[in-house]
């Protein structure tokens, strides 16, 4: 069955999301969420995680970690196996307690604002789903790893490193002065989420931390298209699905489309120039078809060849035509090979 990579390697830092089964509720009362924060602490024992921020709602959670180590899937089994193998024998239970897989988006940690961004995200989570209502704290929330950023180190669960989210808001200390910045910054932001404009601005930055696979910069984008292909390399074609095979798929096509530009002494802005129907699509188009596994979509926009359809098309015509000035382009490309 296709499933999503697991992208593991040393410092990584990732946003995780795991349901309930059916959407179905994962604590029955505190003593749950207790008996959950306890299994984090203790996976961190046992992996070396370092857990910056949390949050629990009613049927999923939320954590932002760093894995020192590449053991995040060793790691979350685990974790979700032991809380479920607890539940269940709390109340008697038998089966999945989490719904599939769990999400863990990466995050680009060596850049500012993106690991201050997801954390923004989680802590704001209980207000988003109507946790928190207008008008009341949001350190009110007690299953969220907020109201401890607001208390000092001695009184925190161990495994729970404000520091980095702190540093992140102009260098700020774990002291008393940084830890009441942070409680006014967090305040605001709840504050603002509830203005008709600041709901819609959050929604829109808070896109990519629900949709995406990864949050960062290009070359982040690049060095983990880099591990999927090494993740990826001697499995079936299927074994793997989602948005970041389909982004490592165009990125592969996008190295075979340079190379049949120079194989035809052509460039993008040849392509821009040229007719839909242009021979030389027809045969790049063939070409990328051929090696890449690219959708005929990303093939038609790339070749600026309008309707997808032409692709099919371009694919047939240049496997029966004798043309010679045809045969001759498709030889230059066949001999990169």
């Known amino acids: 069955m296709a499933r999503k990579p697991r992208i593991e390697f040393a410092g990584a830092v990732y946003h995780i999301t795991s349901r309930g089964d059916r959407g ?8 749950d969420r207790e008996r959950f924060l306890g299994s984090v602490g203790e996976v961190c ?30 790691g979350m089994k685990w974790l979700q196996g032991t809380y479920t193998q607890r539940f269940n024998r709390r109340y008697n239970l038998r089966g999945h307690l989490f719904q599939g897989r769990y999400k863990a988006l990466l995050i680009d940690g060596e850049e500012p604002g993106y690991f201050l961004q997801v954390s923004n995200y989680i802590h704001l989570n209980p207000m988003r789903a109507g946790l928190v209502q207008r008008g009341k704290a949001l350190h009110s929330y007690r299953w969220s790893s907020f109201p401890f950023y607001l208390l000092p180190g001695s009184k925190r669960m161990g495994w729970l490193c404000v520091s980095r989210v702190l540093g992140e808001l102009g260098g700020r200390q774990d002291d008393r002065k940084g830890r009441l910045v942070y409680a006014e910054y967090i305040e605001g932001l709840a504050k603002r989420y509830f203005q008709k404009q600041g709901r819609r601005g959050f929604e829109e930055e808070w896109k990519l931390i629900r949709r995406g696979w990864y949050l960062g910069g290009e070359n982040f984008r690049g060095r983990l298209l880099e591990m999927v292909d090494r993740v990826m390399h001697g499995k079936q074609k299927g074994t793997y699905l989602g948005d970041e095979i389909r982004a490592h798929d165009e990125a592969q096509a996008e190295k075979v489309l340079r190379a049949g530009l120079r194989a035809l ?61 045809l045969i001759k382009l498709r030889k230059r490309l066949e001999d990169i090979s």
């Open 24 to 31: 179905e509720a994962i604590y029955e009362g505190d003593e």
């Open 45 to 74: 024992e046992r992996t070396g995680w370092k857990v910056y921020a949390f949050v629990l709602m009613t049927n999923h959670y939320h954590l932002l970690l760093e894995t020192p180590e590449p053991n995040l899937v060793v």
């Open 265 to 325: 002494k052509l460039n993008k802005h040849d392509l821009e120039e040229m007719a839909k129907g242009a021979v030389e699509k027809q045969v790049l188009a063939w070409w990328l078809r051929k090696e890449t596994v690219a959708s005929r979509k990303w093939i038609s926009q790339r070749l600026s060849m309008g309707d997808a359809s032409r692709v099919t098309q371009a694919a047939s015509l240049v496997n029966g035509d004798k043309d010679i000035t």
